[in-house]
């Protein structure tokens, strides 16, 4: 079957998709273990959909990587409980034996579970009524069948709770209008919303189609309490549709900050440093599409509009300027650099001097009225 076949072939989409999800477990273990750690707490992993732990070829997927992290590292290996669930026997049953034999598997205090059964109403009832330690979930379902959105709200509702899940674009965009699966379909974006999509989608070119479902995806993820949304994008083997998605979902800034970093990384394209949060195998061979959006320059227009007048630090410019762009830190330090060189704005440390071209916390960016 499809999702058998996933697991059999693994492909560039499915490596940089394992990569994204263990850089940013790494990474927010390491931000969210120290305040644990004072109370003598636990952190966590969950994996809803985890499969068989390895593809075909013998490569290690998500459960393996994350595991793998937490034994090597000395304190997360002490704190760090894992929650495997798979709703076919085969795979968790094989998924068990990678686990008990992957290297180092004594090193961890907790030893990982592994179960077995249907991610369903029951399911998100428990996430919701549960209080839930510092948790990392990815929830990553074949098509759509069994993502819920109130998954998602039970997963991320507690402290230092965070969660990745994988969005089917191309089955989704052919599933919104097709009475078979509303049911579906009204669990992801909530009935109302759903509603909203099958009035609006027909007709729409398949960019805006993209672009609605996208931004019905997110509003009710907002609604729910997730309050910063980031999407990183996959396009099919010829870069001209998009096939599937990942979201995530965070209650915090420095979460938003972190994964777009990773994210960034991983986009296969760069246009004046901008990422494309998106991955695409054609991209390599066709540069010039993506270098005709101009980036940097959009950037500096848009400071000088939103922030006249004002005067803020660097970070303060980023968290309230970033969300629901592709931009990352260092492209508003290369652009704040461009605009004081160009005498567009001025800046000035209330610490006394200032290396130049730098914008730590104590120096602040002023404005000019009227753009």
């Not at 805006?208 to 949304?229: D, F, T």
């Not at 246009?271 to 980036?295: H, I, K, N, R």
Request: aromatic share 10%; with cysteine.
């Amino acid at each position: 079957m499809a999702n058998q076949k996933f697991f059999e072939e693994r492909t560039d989409q499915s490596e940089v998709k394992a990569r994204i999800v263990n850089k940013y477990f790494s990474t927010w273990a390491q931000v969210v273990m120290p305040t644990v750690a004072k109370r003598g707490g636990k952190i966590a992993y969950m994996d809803l959909y985890a499969g068989p732990g390895r593809y075909k070829d013998g490569a290690a997927s998500t459960p393996l990587l994350v595991l793998q992290t937490a034994i090597n590292h000395p304190l997360m290996s002490q704190m760090l409980t894992a929650y495997f669930n798979d709703a076919d026997g085969d795979k968790t049953s094989t998924l068990q034996t990678e686990i008990d034999s992957l290297p180092g598997l004594g090193k961890l205090k907790y030893k990982p579970v592994v179960t077995c059964g249907e991610v369903d109403d029951d399911a998100a009832t428990y996430f919701n009524e549960t209080r839930l330690v510092p948790s990392f979930s990815f929830v990553d379902p074949f098509g759509y069948k069994g993502l819920s959105l109130r998954i998602v709200q039970g997963v991320i509702k507690d402290w230092g709770c965070d969660c990745v899940f994988f969005f089917n674009y191309n089955r989704i965009n052919a599933g919104i209008n097709n009475p078979g699966v509303k049911k579906h379909m009204d669990a992801l974006f909530g009935e109302e919303r759903a509603d909203t999509l099958r009035a609006r989608l027909p007709g729409l070119t398949p960019e805006l189609r993209e672009a609605a479902i996208l931004e019905e995806l997110a509003n009710e993820i907002q609604s729910l309490g997730g309050k910063y949304v980031l999407p990183f994008t996959f396009r099919n083997s010829e870069g001209t549709r998009t096939s599937h998605k990942l979201i995530f979902v965070s209650k915090h800034f420095k979460g938003y900050e972190i994964m777009k970093d990773i994210m960034a990384a991983e986009s296969s394209t760069l246009d004046e440093g901008v990422p494309s949060l998106t991955y695409s195998p054609a991209d390599a061979s066709m540069p010039l599409l993506f270098s005709l959006v101009q980036p940097m320059s959009k950037l500096k227009e848009m400071l000088l509009e939103d922030f006249a007048g004002q005067t803020l630090s660097l970070t303060e410019i980023y968290e309230r300027h970033s969300v629901g762009k592709p931009y990352i830190k260092r492209n508003y330090r290369e652009a704040l650099s461009a605009l004081e060189a160009a005498e567009r704005v001025s800046a000035y440390s209330t610490k006394g001097k200032r290396r130049k071209d730098t914008y730590p916390d104590h120096v602040k960016v002023q404005f000019k009225e009227g753009y």
